[in-house]
């Protein structure tokens, strides 16, 4: 069965620092890949989205990911972290259907210290 | 366009009440879906609609969650006779259909509270 694991439940970093956020999948063929965010209340913004092609993708808000097949990972990176961008970051593979049937990951909160 | 519409956003019943939540999605966007958040958790998939079609329904739909989009546009959610553990966010997200996976976009949730 598809699965996403985001290993680290809370983060935080200074801001100005750099951020990796971690996502690893279970899927049986190439993966649909997405990265949101989620502000408090709030529904769910997307970053950035890997469907072929370039390994590393760019999204909204200066963040980007790296798909690497061989260690079923799409970690999401930040070079520089500004404190609006303490959310909650769900990882998200598409399932068979050809349609948006998500599976997400539990999520990590990112704090953000000044 | 002013995105995905959910309606209330918040809402608090008693245990066994019966509740309705309405979704209005992105006009063009003929795929709709529907989504459960826990405290702490990622959402989970509950439903999909192409068009006024409910094309697939998760397991964790009891017969106690009906859903529906008559029209193939709004969407409502209600459930029925109401227990605490269904308390949650409950997202609504749309997507059009032009090829495979696109973006899904979400609204803003509504938050259930079963006391």
């Known amino acids: 069965a598809q699965s996403v694991t985001q290993p680290d439940i809370h983060i935080t970093v200074s801001e100005g620092a750099s951020l990796e956020l971690r996502c690893n999948y279970s899927y049986g063929a190439t993966p649909y890949l997405f990265w949101y965010v989620q502000s408090p209340g709030q529904g769910l913004q997307l970053l950035l989205k890997?469907?072929?092609?370039?390994?590393l993708v760019q999204g909204i808000k200066g963040f980007e990911a790296e798909f690497k097949r061989s260690q079923s990972s799409f970690n999401l990176r930040k070079p520089s972290v500004h404190w609006s961008d303490a959310a909650e970051y769900f990882c998200a593979v598409g399932a068979p259907g050809g349609y948006n049937k998500l599976i997400f990951g539990a999520g990590t909160r990112l704090a953000v210290h000044p | 366009d002013t995105g995905v519409s959910q309606d209330p956003r918040h809402k608090i019943t008693k245990r066994g009440q019966n509740v309705t939540f309405r979704c209005d999605p992105i006009s063009e966007h003929n795929r709709l879906y529907w989504y459960r958040q826990t405290l702490g958790q990622g959402p989970e998939f509950l439903t999909y609609?192409?068009?006024?079609?409910?094309?697939?329904k998760s397991r964790l739909l009891s017969d106690r969650f009906s859903a529906e989009r008559p029209k193939g546009s709004f969407s409502t959610l209600e459930i029925q006779r109401t227990e605490q553990g269904d308390s949650a966010m409950y997202l609504c997200?749309?997507?059009?259909?032009?090829?495979?996976?696109?973006?899904?976009?979400f609204g803003q949730g509504t938050r259930l509270t079963v006391v």
């Open positions: 997200a749309s997507s059009s259909l032009t090829g495979g996976i696109t973006e899904a976009f």
């Open positions: 609609f192409q068009n006024e079609a409910q094309l697939e």
């Open positions: 890997y469907f072929s092609g370039d390994t």
